[in-house]
């Protein structure tokens, strides 16, 4: 039997995350076209990347840069707090995204935490047509601007 997501608690942590960053600019959209529930968050002062995340059925999607990954389900609420601390993280500047570039395009993303004096990955997106390239390099996406 599948778990009925509750709309409502999704758009509290929606309002939270805004609540917890008001210098910056959020777009909350309630009724978007392609997904349940969305909230954009462009670049800006205080933000070196945009950030995007969407509810989609029982998934919360977070993607900023070439980093996209979702939690599921979200009725879990150990899910949930994975995804408000990641979020957090990242806006805060405490998380960062480790792209691992084939020429100019970023094959695979890593979103990592601090764990004392190294990085601990959390999450990991690909983009498997990055790798017709050749040359590999690695770019850090942390946001400083806070």
């Known amino acids: 039997m599948k778990a009925t997501v509750n709309r409502g608690s999704i758009l509290d942590l929606f309002e939270e995350i805004r609540a917890a960053f008001p210098a910056l600019r959020m777009d909350l959209q309630q009724e978007p076209v392609h997904v349940d529930l969305s909230l954009d968050i462009p670049k800006q002062p205080g933000l070196d990347f945009a ?18 990954l979702e939690w ?19 806006i805060s500047g405490r998380y960062r995204i480790v792209e691992h570039c084939v020429g100019t395009r970023a094959a695979k993303a890593q979103l990592q935490r601090p764990d004392g004096n190294t ?26 601007a806070r």
């Not at 690909?126 to 946001?143: C, E, M, P, V, Y």
């Open 51 to 68: 950030v995007s995340l969407n509810l989609q059925g029982d998934e919360l999607h977070l993607s900023a840069a070439s980093f996209w």
């Open 119 to 144: 990085w601990q990955t959390i999450g990991t997106s690909s983009n498997w047509s990055a790798l017709i390239s050749w040359r590999k390099t690695k770019r850090i996406l942390q946001n400083c």
């Open 72 to 90: 599921f389900p979200c009725t879990n609420a150990e899910v949930m707090a994975r995804y408000r601390d990641a979020v957090h993280g990242l």
